[in-house]
């Protein structure tokens, strides 16, 4: 296949599986991308901005056998602004999050961007097939759909919810595997100190919770001994939660930074125990993906989607529990197998799979495929 990927924020996560995409892909994969700037904007306009780069590169002189749309675009605009000729290609969206469970940071009535909701809900009517990250992903989109359009005065909503519904399914995004990079061995004792260590891996900022983060620490870091590893990436002002566990936890502290170098973040996260997450919306979690196939075990919360990352023996786990070597062991062993079919190469796989059936005129019988 001939894949036209188009991606209006390529940073972080997003970035990261259009690498995989690219690297692990049987197709052949071309990629228009903006780097990441307002959201808002970019779901407004980047279409627009997207299928001009790709004009000015040549790519709308060529054939291709499906376009990739991720989110923060407006598919439907890409219909439109195509040739003639490319208007019948079959149109994917891979849904990296969705803007209608996104936390809004309010502390009164939800004060939702409705025009980013409807953004989405049309795109995802528009396209031909609607990949999903993860069943979170997927349920709470739709039964956020529901909830926002019940109190529009058009009648045809449900119908668009089940055209939505009938051309989705899940597919866990590809994550590079982190044992296969040399050199870098799990439970290293990197700082001297014994004890159970934890990784926070998330941005500082407010959406990923740093103040409940700071209420974990007070209330464990002492009584359980814990030592910290913050190494999400900085963005903006410092939250005050972090600000504030930085000084009433600074003995428990034992990193605190984020890596620009990947071998050295692999290191951090080998010489931790336990990963943390404390996150308002997590979608997938390449992050806390990561971490786990290092070896981390979970002290998650059982929402969201994590509860699908784990296999259910993994599930509740926290610091202070008991475990001896063996069961530490065999609770990884079972964790990497669950994420077996989130490592790149066989997510991969699956997506290109999704897209060939789609381009061969297949719809898929079954809306709510599991990624296991």
């Not at 439109?80 to 290609?89: D, E, F, K, Y």
């Not at 936390?103 to 939800?110: E, F, I, S, V, Y």
């Not at 961007?113 to 989109?141: E, K, P």
Request: charged fraction near 25%.
């Amino acid at each position: 296949m001939r894949i036209l990927g188009f991606e209006a924020w390529d940073g972080g996560s997003h970035r990261s599986v259009r690498e995989s995409l690219v690297r692990h892909g049987a197709a052949q994969w071309t990629w228009a991308t903006l780097p990441p700037g307002p959201w808002r904007w970019r779901q407004r306009l980047g279409m627009v901005e997207l299928v001009a780069i790709a004009r000015e590169q040549g790519l709308l002189q060529q054939s291709w056998d499906c376009f990739l749309c991720t989110s923060l675009l407006a598919v439907g605009e890409l219909r439109g602004l195509l040739p003639a000729a490319l208007r019948t290609v079959p149109i994917v969206m891979l849904v990296h999050e969705n803007q209608v469970a996104y936390p809004t940071g309010a502390t009164g009535p939800d004060q939702r961007d409705l025009h980013g909701v409807i953004t989405d809900l049309t795109a995802m009517y528009a396209a031909d097939l609607v990949i999903f990250t993860s069943q979170w992903n997927r349920q709470s989109c739709l039964d956020g759909f529901k909830s926002v359009l019940g109190k529009s005065p058009i009648r045809q909503w449900r119908g668009m919810l089940d055209r939505i519904e009938q051309r989705s399914c899940v597919i866990w995004p590809p994550v590079e595997d982190p044992r296969l990079v040399d050199g870098i061995e799990h439970n290293c004792d990197i700082d001297g100190r014994d004890g159970e260590t934890v990784a926070w891996p998330h941005r500082h900022q407010a959406d990923k919770g740093p103040g409940a983060l700071r209420a974990l620490a007070a209330r464990y870091s002492k009584a359980w001994q814990l030592q910290w590893r913050l190494l999400g990436e900085r963005r903006g002002p410092v939250p005050a939660a972090i600000a504030r566990l930085r000084q009433e936890q600074a003995q428990f502290i034992v990193h605190d930074g984020f890596c620009e170098d990947k071998r050295d973040y692999l290191r951090q996260l080998a010489a931790a125990n336990w990963v943390c997450s404390t996150a308002k919306h997590e979608f997938f979690g390449i992050a806390v993906v990561e971490a786990l196939l290092m070896g981390c075990l979970p002290w998650l919360p059982n929402r969201l989607s994590y509860p699908e990352l784990l296999p259910q023996e993994a599930r509740q786990l926290h610091p202070g529990m008991v475990l001896d070597d063996a069961k530490r062991h065999s609770l990884g062993k079972a964790i990497a197998l669950h994420l077996k079919p989130a490592i790149a190469p066989e997510a991969t796989a699956r997506m290109e799979a999704a897209m060939a059936r789609l381009t061969q005129g297949q719809r898929s019988d079954a809306p709510d495929e599991s990624p296991l």
